[in-house]
């Protein structure tokens, strides 16, 4: 009897570790927006979000998210959101806050992960011919492009560029 | 030919010495002290006001506005350079993949009618680079953080973004380095081709540099517009803007990102401005990923 128990736990534990793995993901509001009903722009409001305000991420359709806060469950636009639980950038600290060492030496402190591609390694790079060839090897024609798309079923369309929110520069 | 390596020396060593601020390697201190440091150093004082000068300094070369294959040339040079920092990763299959997905991509640009060639480079760092003349590279630590064929496209879209503005190659115009670099050529480094040999040889350092940010926003506004007009869904380069901020700060594989580019919540935040709901009409976009080519390793 025990031992059924025991097998009756593990086959509970085993059913409900893929629930556990797919918990939404966590993110938090780049700006405050609105919640809708549907992923589309004029459904209806059903809530607000405040910038900052953490959220789980539901589902993804197009350029909407569907997320869940302590109030409501909607639909948000998919650039008002962070994902993640990194905190939040501050631009009221400026963005050259960001990286501490911009400004300053430029040396970057090694803290955790794997090693990157430095400053240090890049002025040090000795001109290599044989792998620019290699890379020139790979090359593409116009055509060969369009056949690659056609393969994906992929069809070009014709949209302007976005002017810039700011003003000022090529459009 | 000979003439424009020198002339592209010449150019990484200025690069190399207005960056001197920031940060200065031993050797081409070494280089630069055998008497080059103090000539570039008296050039510049002699040309004063960098926005003035650049109008009325006179150039020996047309290196205001080079030719395409001039541009293709100085790319070139800037792309061996990196690859010598990182060479590609060894597997065919995968760059050929980039390259017709950049090919295509590169299509929807005004400058199709270049030989655009890219390319995936052996770092785990998470970066992504373009020379002029339509070079563009990726590190396999970005492309392993991506998950479909539109997201690839969006991040060789902001790239083919910069060659189609020529973001690098303004970016040494403005500070007036080939302009004196041509004076310089001519008059006193042209008789000393050790010191060019020797700097040539080292020096991606341009790669490490930062645009400004007004060009990154832009970069970022024609990769969205590049990536739809392929007929990928649009929010390919949001998605890894969003993928990457999740990335830690501390974490030495953006470190190089982070401090030449704005900080991916801001370019979020700047696209959506720019983006509001235009792409509501775009339908049918595709994100690939089953064609999605995955890393061997």
Not at chain 1, 1 to 14: A, E, Q, R, T
Not at chain 1, 137 to 153: L, N, P, S
Not at chain 2, 31 to 50: C, D, Q, R, Y
Request: net charge positive; aromatic share 6%; with cysteine.
């Amino acid at each position: 009897m025990k031992f059924i128990k025991c097998i009756l736990g593990v086959v509970l534990m085993s059913l409900w570790l893929p629930v556990m793995s797919q918990a939404a993901e966590t993110g938090s509001a780049l700006k405050a927006d609105v919640l809708r009903q549907e992923p589309y722009s004029d459904a209806l409001k059903i809530g607000n979000l405040a910038r900052g305000e953490t959220l789980q991420i539901l589902n993804k359709k197009g350029a909407w998210l569907k997320v869940k806060t302590t109030q409501a469950t909607g639909w948000v636009r998919l650039l008002s959101v962070k994902r993640g639980s990194a905190a939040l950038f501050n631009p009221v600290k400026g963005v050259w806050d960001v990286a501490s060492g911009r400004a300053g030496t430029g040396k970057v402190v090694a803290t955790t992960g794997v090693r990157g591609l430095n400053e240090e390694e890049l002025k040090n790079a000795r001109y290599n011919e044989a792998e620019v060839k290699k890379m020139e090897h790979y090359i593409q024609t116009i055509q060969e492009g369009q056949q690659f798309a056609k393969k994906g079923g992929l069809k070009a369309i014709k949209f302007p560029y976005l002017p810039s929110p700011q003003g000022g520069g090529e459009p | 030919m000979m003439r424009l390596i020198y002339l592209v020396g010449v150019v990484l060593v200025i690069t190399v010495q207005q960056a001197a601020a920031i940060d200065f390697g031993e050797t081409l201190k070494e280089v630069l002290k055998s008497g080059v440091e103090e000539k570039i150093a008296a050039e510049n004082k002699e040309t004063a006001a960098p926005q003035v000068a650049s109008s009325e300094n006179k150039t020996i070369l047309n290196w205001g506005n080079p030719s395409v294959e001039e541009e293709i040339q100085i790319g070139r040079q800037i792309t061996g350079n990196l690859l010598g920092a990182a060479p590609l990763v060894k597997d065919d299959a995968l760059q050929k993949y980039v390259n017709q997905v950049g090919r295509w991509v590169a299509n929807q640009s005004e400058r199709a009618d270049l030989p655009w060639h890219f390319g995936v480079i052996d770092t785990e760092d998470i970066n992504a680079f373009s020379a002029p003349g339509g070079y563009v590279v990726i590190t396999k630590g970005l492309y392993r953080k991506l998950q479909n064929e539109a997201q690839l496209a969006g991040v060789l879209a902001h790239e083919i973004a910069h060659v189609v503005r020529s973001h690098h190659l303004k970016l040494l115009q403005k500070t007036q380095l080939l302009d004196l670099g041509a004076g310089l050529l001519s008059k006193k480094i042209g008789q000393n081709h050790e010191i060019i040999e020797k700097v040539i040889g080292r020096g991606a350092e341009v790669c490490a540099r930062s645009l400004d940010q007004s060009a990154e926003f832009e970069a970022d506004r024609m990769g969205v517009v590049l990536t739809a007009r392929a007929g990928y869904e649009p929010y390919g380069l949001p998605e890894v803007l969003q993928i990457i901020g999740q990335t830690a700060e501390g974490d030495n594989s953006v470190a190089l990102l982070f401090k030449t580019h704005p900080h991916p919540d801001d370019r979020l935040v700047k696209l959506d401005e720019a983006i509001g709901d235009r792409f509501d009409a775009v339908k049918n976009g595709k994100t690939l990923e089953k064609r999605f080519y995955k890393l061997k390793d």
